[in-house]
C-alpha cells in the first residue's frame, strides 16, 4: 500500500465518521421538531395522554440523539452503548404504546450500531 492509499483510505474513514456524526445531529433536530409539530397539533385539537406522551417521546428521543452526536463527535465509545439505549427506548415505548414492534427503527439501529462497531475496530471511537 501506497502512502496515497493509505491517505485516502483515513480520508474515507474520516468522511464515513463525519457523516453518521452529521446524521444522528439532523435525526435528533428531526426529532425535536417533530416533538414540537406534536404539540402545535395537540395544543389546536386538544390534549390527550397519548398525544402529550408522544410530544414527551419525541422531545427526549431527539435530545437523546443529538447529545450523542456530540458523543460520537469527539470520538467516545460509549456514543455506541448510548444509542444502543436510545433504540431499546424507542422499541420499549412503541411496545408500551401498543403499537408493536417497529421493524424500522430496529433496522436502522442495527445497521448504525453495526457502523459505530466497525468506527471503533478502526480506530476512530476510543
Known sequence: MTVNESTQLTTEKSKSFK?????????????????????????????????????????????????CSRILSKGKVWAIWLFSTIILFTIVYSFIMGRGFNFIIAAFGAVVIWHLFTLKKQGELS
Do not use: C, K
Open 19 to 67: 457523516s453518521l456524526v452529521t446524521i444522528l445531529m439532523v435525526l435528533g433536530i428531526f426529532g425535536v421538531l417533530a416533538g414540537a409539530i406534536n404539540l402545535l397539533g395537540a395544543l389546536s385539537s386538544g390534549f390527550s395522554s397519548v398525544r402529550l406522551a408522544d410530544v414527551i417521546f419525541n422531545v427526549v428521543y431527539g435530545v437523546l440523539l443529538f447529545i
